[in-house]
């Protein structure tokens, strides 16, 4: 009912409102215009140097977190190495349609990944803070080049990207650690075969 309520607001034709007329005196609207006001506060900050300053602490903050992000809670240091398969099969929540508009996967549809494309490369969770852990990631850049991608849960990214003059990410906020049901690090995650249909979690003893 609600949806015929809202369809016949909507037809053309349709008026649910009328003008009643004016009852009382009436004002014009003295409110100044908020665009105004924010522009009148923006010149008061500007001459003052308060934007200036404003400026300055927003690039020291955003400098900041590109150094040292949050760290992703909750993890521990592997104590020996073990492996377990994982399933990266996802349900649907909207349909995927191609560029032209067809349905490809309808929502609600499970997929596995793995049966559309392998699995590119590897990654590599770790901590930054543990230099065991670092030493480790360097070790495997030289295997694998950049067919590894290395992902810090703390600790500096931009240090180790001077350091080694290639990209190294942050899972921000655990997002990355979540999908895969980490709890230790370092952790290797790979498709062994191009044909598997899962794929392999390492948990790396440093």
């Given at each position: 009912?609600?949806?015929?309520?809202?369809?016949?607001?909507?037809?053309?034709?349709?008026?649910?409102?009328?003008?009643?007329?004016?009852?009382?005196?009436?004002?014009?609207?003295?409110e100044?215009?908020?665009?105004?006001e924010?522009?009148?506060?923006?010149?008061?900050?500007?001459?003052?140097?308060?934007?200036?300053?404003?400026?300055?602490?927003?690039?020291?903050?955003?400098?900041?977190?590109?150094?040292?992000?949050?760290?992703?809670?909750?993890?521990?240091?592997?104590?020996?190495?073990?492996?377990?398969?994982?399933?990266?099969?996802?349900?649907?929540?909207?349909?995927?349609?191609?560029?032209?508009?067809?349905?490809?996967?309808?929502?609600?549809?499970?997929?596995?990944?793995?049966?559309?494309?392998?699995?590119?490369?590897?990654?590599?969770?770790?901590?930054?803070?543990?230099?065991r852990?670092?030493?480790?990631?360097?070790?495997?850049?030289?295997?694998?080049g950049?067919?590894?991608?290395?992902?810090?849960v703390?600790?500096?990214?931009?240090?180790?990207?001077?350091?080694?003059?290639?990209?190294?990410?942050?899972?921000?906020?655990?997002?990355?650690?979540?999908?895969?049901?980490?709890?230790?690090?370092?952790?290797?995650?790979?498709?062994?075969?191009?044909?598997?249909?899962?794929?392999?979690?390492?948990?790396?003893?440093?």
């Open positions: 009912m609600r949806g015929l309520f809202v369809l016949l607001l909507l037809l053309p034709g349709v008026s649910p409102a009328h003008d009643l007329g004016a009852f009382g005196k009436t004002y014009p609207i003295a100044p215009d908020f665009l105004v924010i522009q009148d506060v923006a010149k008061q900050k500007m001459a003052s140097g308060e934007w200036k300053r404003l400026a300055v602490e927003a690039r020291g903050r955003g400098q900041r977190y590109f150094e040292r992000p949050p760290a992703v809670a909750g993890l521990r240091t592997a104590k020996k190495g073990r492996a377990r398969r994982f399933d990266p099969s996802i349900t649907l929540s909207e349909d995927i349609r191609d560029a032209d508009g067809r349905l490809i996967f309808a929502a609600g549809t499970t997929v596995n990944p793995a049966d559309i494309a392998p699995f590119p490369g590897a990654l590599l969770y770790l901590s930054g803070d543990d230099k852990q670092v030493v480790l990631a360097e070790k495997l850049v030289k295997q694998k950049d067919a590894l991608k290395v992902i810090l703390d600790g500096s990214p931009a240090e180790l990207m001077r350091k080694w003059a290639r990209p190294v990410y942050f899972d921000q906020a655990g997002a990355g650690v979540r999908r895969f049901g980490l709890d230790t690090v370092p952790a290797l995650i790979t498709q062994k075969n191009p044909t598997d249909r899962f794929l392999t979690i390492e948990e790396i003893k440093p």
